[in-house]
């Protein structure tokens, strides 16, 4: 029997066990160190749907009879994948996955979401009436139509994106550093003309090695006044200094992000600090993919791929 432990909401718990089936004893295990750590010695997989806690080398180390490690996300950023490379162990997450992908939409729909909000001034109106307000001319909106949105990423998220956008009346462009762009739905633009030619700016890329602080100064000080950037991505997409003194500047005006560099420490984040004291900028816990009728559907997946992991292996041994 192998043992595998489920970093995640715990009422899910039954459902993976249930996909894993009897060959797999499924303990949930709080996303917490202390908690972790008794369970390091036996697991046979982690199947991770939480992202709170990172697996190092220390860690991993710790982990002898590790054989996998499964995430219910795109990206696994938290997990030191040279070293279960070199360990000869797989990581499998969900970011080449893209046909189960194509209508898992929860994170396109907070994206749109937050770019709504920073154009209405949403937070800041909000405030202003729980504080007894009722001035209306102090929040003035961003129409949608007739503007543009520039979209960083061109994939399944930036082409639900591209929809959404089309839908309100809106142009798009694109640009993405991984493959051609779509002209049906994006008019293609560089980088650079994407933060410098569109009113509102949405980036939809993985977090690597080639996209690690790949929007700067040199971007965000030619974006227009006013204007939105969005990114649900990672926050170290976005080099977190510029971002401050764009803030800071203007450029942006408004700021809607999902993610920050070095979550779950958000104390540690200068943009959080900055939001605490400047309602121009909205952020949610990274919780872009949490919908638990989503997360049904993406946890009965990635626990049948752990058995068909297994199994495929077992037949070709």
């Known amino acids: 029997m192998r043992h595998a ?3 995640g909401p715990p009422e899910f718990t039954p459902l993976v066990a249930e996909t894993l089936g009897a060959d797999y004893r499924v303990v949930h295990v709080e996303a917490e160190a202390s908690a972790l750590e008794p369970h390091l010695a036996r697991a046979n997989v982690v199947v991770d749907a939480s992202m709170k806690l990172g697996f190092d080398a220390a860690r991993l180390d710790r982990m002898g009879d590790l054989q996998l490690v499964i995430t219910a996300t795109t990206g696994a950023d ?7 490379a070199v360990r000869g162990i797989p990581l499998l997450t969900l970011a080449d996955q893209r046909d189960f992908l194509r209508d898992i939409t929860p994170a396109a729909e907070l994206s749109w979401l937050l770019l709504m909000a920073c154009a209405r001034q949403l ?22 139509r007739g503007r543009s949105l520039g979209i960083v990423g061109c994939g399944r998220i930036g082409g639900w994106m591209s929809r959404y956008a089309r839908a309100f009346g809106m142009s798009v462009r694109g640009c993405d550093p991984y493959s051609e762009v779509d002209a049906e739905a994006f008019e293609a633009m560089t980088l650079v003309e994407i933060f410098s030619e569109n009113d509102f700016v949405s980036i939809h890329v993985p977090y690597n090695d080639e996209t690690h602080e790949m929007i700067t100064a040199e ?22 200094g510029d971002l401050l003194a764009g803030l800071q500047a203007g450029r942006p005006r408004f700021l809607g ?3 920050l560099t070095g979550e779950p420490d958000v104390e540690k984040s200068a943009i959080w600090a900055y939001a605490r004291e400047h309602r ?10 949490f919908s638990p009728d989503a997360l ?11 058995r068909a992991h297994f199994s495929d292996g077992e037949r070709s041994s």
């Open 5 to 7: 432990i489920f970093l």
């Open 78 to 84: 938290h997990i030191d994948a040279k070293v279960l």
């Open 123 to 144: 937070r800041a109106a909000v405030h202003h009436v729980e504080t007894g307000g009722w001035d209306r001319q102090r929040f003035p909106g961003l129409m949608l």
């Open 219 to 240: 971007h965000l000080q030619r974006m227009r006044d006013p204007a939105v950037l969005i990114n649900t991505s990672r926050g170290a997409v976005v080099s977190e």
């Open 257 to 259: 992000v999902d993610v």
């Open 280 to 289: 121009n900028v909205i952020i949610t816990p990274h919780i872009g993919g």
């Open 296 to 306: 049904c559907e993406v946890l009965r997946f990635t626990a049948s791929r752990v």
